[in-house]
């Protein structure tokens, strides 16, 4: 009998071979899965650091409980996936095992530091600042009348007790649901049963109380309301146990590209069975029953070393609420993005400015909505304006772009939108708007099958006298004004010729499935940036040995790329400067070298999400002034090298390239935020300097971007 176990077993050994899922024994590189912990660590110390304000420490606890649930969704579910299906060649099994042990270790290190945060300094400092988040037992008699009272009201219509016997199967759990397991035994006839109550996550987490005088917040969370009414739900059975859990699935999507005749129906069914994937972790409460914990590891099959014991992964959803309370002296000063100076305060001015020369913009220092959004808007409301073609990759909920999008189609402009559907946990978003977009009349595109479009791209035609020019804009970040007020990000506003005639061919080819394989300007993924960046690296190497300056720069999320990693080594041993700003994954492993030279590897953690790509290199004989310099989608990782298609645009304006470099240069010098990484893989946070006044990279530009936006002083 062919199981479905079976069947993604036989698919997992036909997909394409990807080196970076081996383990190298030889130490040449750091663990992709220990260097992704590792930054989790580093986010971790910010939830530590007791000089942030105290909601944007809990802010920080959270946003580590959410990297580890995308860490075993998308890493190590297939990392799993891949052990089990004989898809690591070339591995020994005790390698596989000993790196299984590693990660298993760390996570439970991780767990354990992030409850201990939480139980012996966060939920103490909330409740010292007047945020009270109480247990039952702790409640008056009128809180819990209260509660009790909501309850009633507005919980308990909506839950679905849900008993495992004969007549009903083990119920489905979906992944990451906060669940209650209710182990119930029968008075009248002694049978025990089990029963599971989703914690719905369209109510809200905590039950608030009223408040008493001094405090900001009073509540109890909605389980434990929940779990001491369990009577009303079970009326005259007995409860003999309850324990809170949490299911892990494993996230990545099984459709074969080449066979499927419509890659949005696939997409939509594959959605419908990742709700029922493997287990790869099950979260329990502290101290609670094993009876329980026992019964779901065999109807789940996960093995006893993928449960985690955790108090701050259970209560994930209510501390979420507690960090989104409106007390602003708990809270970072409110930054609000700023205008861009070059780009000019009249709509009509805008593809004037950008012919005279090009714009950076960098968020969220500046704005998304009055760069990004106000370009697409003129361009949709010109009527000189034929065409915008556009890439969506994340858009975020209510975005402010579709609607434009749409209106544009309404005004018979030609519109193109190309929507990747297989977006990591954005295939249901983005299915959505495709079938929006569709309906407006937009000709929507999916790309180019077996690979994601990851680039972020803009091309606008537009009519001027007897030609057409075309405009881009071509960014390091998505389309997503949510994201743009968190994530840094670069943008490229240009209608140089070459550029803008490299992205036309390239939609080209992602629309209509032209062969073209070099440009003249860009680089593009898979079809050459991979092999540009390497020979840029080599010709860095031969500048230093022809006695030439030479320095590499790199800023990116990540690093991991097995080839770029040893070039990048190679240039650092042969004596070239190597400066990396590597926010997450590094593979990279830090040398001692007798020359002095290292690869310098450091990681920006600050308030912001660092998310923008630089690529940098000093190339004194091409460009003795400015050297090469290169914004991209794409960090250097096998899969954005291989599997996607990535643009890296040359930044070629004199003014540009100094914004960039004022970027790469606020990092290198970062004496507050930054992390240094050593050879075994962990980092170390730089001390201050004593000469200097210890200052965040992130600050400084917050700074430098006030400064820009002042008007001048006229005397």
Aim: charged residues 25%; neutral net charge; glycine residues 6%.
């Amino acid at each position: 009998m062919v199981t479905a176990k079976t069947k993604r077993r036989r698919r997992a050994r036909s997909k394409t071979f990807d080196p970076t899922t081996l383990l190298f024994s030889s130490g040449e590189f750091l663990s992709r899965e220990l260097s992704w912990l590792q930054f989790n660590h580093r986010v971790l110390s910010q939830a530590e650091a007791t000089a942030r304000p105290l909601l944007e420490r809990l802010r920080f606890l959270t946003i580590c409980t959410s990297n580890l649930d995308e860490f075993f969704m998308n890493r190590f579910g297939g990392f799993k996936q891949r052990l089990e299906s004989g898809a690591g060649i070339g591995v020994l099994p005790h390698d596989q095992t000993q790196h299984f042990l590693q990660i298993r270790s760390a996570v439970a290190a991780l767990t354990s530091r992030q409850d201990s945060l939480l139980l012996t300094s966060l939920l103490p400092s909330l409740d010292q600042n007047g945020i009270k988040l109480l247990d039952w037992k702790t409640l008056s008699r009128e809180e819990r009348d209260v509660a009790t009272t909501f309850f009633t009201s507005n919980i308990f219509p909506v839950l679905t007790p849900q008993a495992v016997d004969p007549g009903h199967p083990f119920p489905a759990i979906s992944n990451l649901s906060l669940s209650l397991g209710v182990l119930l035994r029968n008075p009248d006839h002694g049978e025990q049963l089990f029963a599971r109550i989703k914690i719905p996550s369209v109510i809200p987490q905590i039950v608030r109380l009223p408040t008493e005088p001094g405090e900001h917040f009073r509540g109890v969370t909605t389980s434990e309301v929940i779990r001491h009414n369990l009577n009303m739900l079970f009326p005259g059975m007995e409860i003999e146990n309850v324990m809170q859990f949490r299911l892990t699935r494993n996230a990545e999507l099984d459709i074969d590209e080449f066979e499927t005749d419509d890659l949005r129906a696939s997409i939509a069914e594959g959605l419908k069975e990742r709700k029922f994937a493997q287990a790869v972790r099950l979260e329990r409460a502290p101290g609670e029953s094993s009876p329980i914990s026992d019964f779901l590891m065999d109807e789940v099959e996960v093995a006893s070393e993928d449960v985690y014991v955790s108090t701050s992964s259970i209560m994930h959803g209510a501390l979420r609420e507690i960090a989104d309370l409106p007390i602003p002296h708990l809270r970072f000063e409110p930054w609000s993005p700023l205008p861009s100076p070059q780009f000019p305060e009249e709509d009509g001015m805008i593809f004037s400015a950008i012919k005279s020369g090009d714009i950076l913009v960098h968020h969220p220092y500046e704005s998304f909505n009055l760069t990004v959004e106000r370009f697409l808007r003129v361009a949709v409301e010109d009527p000189k304006v034929l065409s915008i073609k556009m890439t969506l990759y994340r858009s975020g909920d209510n975005s402010s772009l579709i609607p434009l999008l749409i209106r544009a189609a309404e005004l018979d402009k030609q519109v193109v939108c190309l929507i990747e559907v297989k977006a990591s946990f954005d295939e249901a978003r983005n299915i959505q708007l495709a079938e929006r977009l569709e309906n407006a009349g937009v000709h929507v595109m999916y790309g180019v099958v077996g690979l994601k479009t990851h680039a972020k791209l803009i091309l606008v035609a537009r009519q001027e006298n007897d030609a057409i020019r075309c405009y881009c804009h071509i960014g390091t970040g998505n389309y997503n004004s949510t994201t743009a007020r968190v994530y840094t990000d670069l943008g490229l506003f240009t209608s140089h010729s070459q550029i803008c005639a490299d992205i036309v061919d390239l939609f080209h080819y992602l629309t209509g499935r032209s062969l073209k394989k070099t440009y003249s300007s860009i680089l593009v993924a898979p079809s050459g940036l991979k092999e540009k960046l390497i020979a840029l690296i080599e010709q860095e190497i031969a500048n230093h040995q022809k006695g030439l300056p030479a320095h590499i720069a790199i800023k990116a999320n990540s690093l991991e790329d097995h080839a770029v990693c040893r070039a990048l080594s190679k240039a650092a041993r042969a004596g070239v400067a190597v400066d990396l700003i590597i926010r997450g994954i590094c593979c990279l492993k830090p040398e001692a070298l007798g020359n002095g030279y290292s690869p310098r590897v450091v990681s920006i953690i600050g308030r912001f999400l660092e998310h923008s790509r630089i690529y940098y290199f000093r190339d004194a004989q091409t460009d003795p002034l400015f050297g090469q310099m290169f914004i991209s989608s794409a960090d250097p990782m096998y899969r954005n090298l291989h599997r996607r298609v990535e643009v890296a645009v040359p930044v070629l304006d004199p003014r540009c390239k100094l914004r960039c470099w004022e970027v790469v240069s606020a990092a290198i010098f970062d004496s507050q935020s930054a992390w240094d990484l050593l050879p075994d893989g962990t980092y170390t946070p730089r001390p201050p300097e004593e000469s200097s006044p210890s200052q965040g990279s992130q600050q400084l530009l917050m700074r430098l971007s006030k400064d820009r936006s002042r008007p001048p002083c006229i005397d």
